[in-house]
């Protein structure tokens, strides 16, 4: 079983950065692909990016493709979404997870005003 704990949410304006955290214990999270998602207000849980876990591919949705990028640590057993240029449409709470598997974090909150 991995626990995963979203933090580095926050309120900032347009055009800000801001990079999330998602950190497992108990399985190490460097033996999964990771994946980050976003529940934005009046609509479904959307898919923002992955990546593998060796962390040498990961890839964005569309939507925030060039503004957005995932990493990770594995020494840290953590997993990083660089958020660059955000705009207002981003807000929303980011959730971490492991494709497949049924481990969600309970997600961190990102407001961002105009």
């Known amino acids: 079983q991995v626990q995963l704990v979203e933090s580095g949410g926050g309120l900032v304006k347009a055009g800000q950065s801001l990079r999330l955290s998602c950190t497992g214990s108990?399985?190490?999270?460097?033996?999964?692909?990771t994946a980050w998602f976003r529940q934005t207000p009046g609509k479904e849980r959307e898919f923002v990016g992955t990546i593998n876990k060796l962390g040498t591919t990961s890839s964005c949705a569309p939507s925030v493709e060039g503004r957005f990028a995932i990493s990770r640590d594995n020494a840290k057993n953590t997993v990083y979404l660089l958020m660059n240029n955000l705009k207002p449409e981003d807000t929303g709470v980011y959730y971490c997870t492991i494709p497949g598997q049924p481990y969600w974090g309970q997600g961190t909150q990102v407001t961002v005003s105009s």
């Open positions: 108990g399985r190490a999270l460097a033996n999964f692909n």
